[in-house]
């Protein structure tokens, strides 16, 4: 009889906790795709546990865990609502609010690229009930926002090593030889 031995992979995940960039930082916060499942959820009204946990069908110790390291990223507040026995809710900060227009985003590039017939959601305008179609714009001047008209500047914790990579990039994209 030949054995086969099982070899279990533990993977550790990388923490983005002290990059430099926002995009690295903000994915440190957010944590996985579990988590933006709750926020989405939480944007829904959802505030409750069991509320979460029926309409993801998560484990319960995931959910733990995820709700925890919201409350310590600071996208959730836990609130006592029921003393006896002791119960909770996980109330969106402003920080958690702030995360809309990512998940939006979210929404409409899955909404793109998802055949029409297997959409169950789609995002609408809450008086008209006419479909919203969410784009990225700059705040500044109104303009679309796509790689073509973007580019990384230098930050105030940018070394050189940064600038380098920014200025390589930015020649890049406007078809200069670096």
Not at 6 to 23: D, E, K, W, Y
Not at 34 to 44: E, K, P, T, V
Not at 87 to 105: A, C, S, W
Request: aromatic residues 10%.
């Amino acid at each position: 009889m030949i054995v086969t031995p099982i070899v279990t992979f533990i993977m550790q995940r990388t923490s983005f906790a002290n990059l430099r960039c926002p995009a690295g930082r903000a994915l440190e916060s957010v944590g996985d795709w579990w988590s933006m499942m709750i926020l989405r959820d939480a944007f829904q009204g959802l505030t409750r546990f069991d509320e979460f946990q029926k309409s993801l069908g998560i484990a319960p110790n995931i959910l733990t865990r995820r709700l925890t390291h919201l409350i310590e990223e600071g996208l959730f507040e836990k609130r006592l609502y029921s003393e006896r026995p002791a119960r909770y809710e996980y109330v969106l900060t402003e920080k958690g609010r702030d995360f809309f227009p990512v998940l939006m985003t979210l929404f409409a590039w899955g909404r793109r690229h998802a055949p029409e017939e297997d959409l169950a959601f789609l995002l609408g305008d809450a008086v008209s009930g006419n479909e919203c179609r969410p784009v990225v714009v700059d705040a500044v001047s109104g303009q679309e926002l796509k790689p073509e008209n973007t580019c990384l500047l230098p930050g105030p914790a940018a070394d050189e090593s940064d600038r380098e990579r920014i200025a390589r990039m930015r020649a890049y994209y406007l078809g200069i030889d670096a």
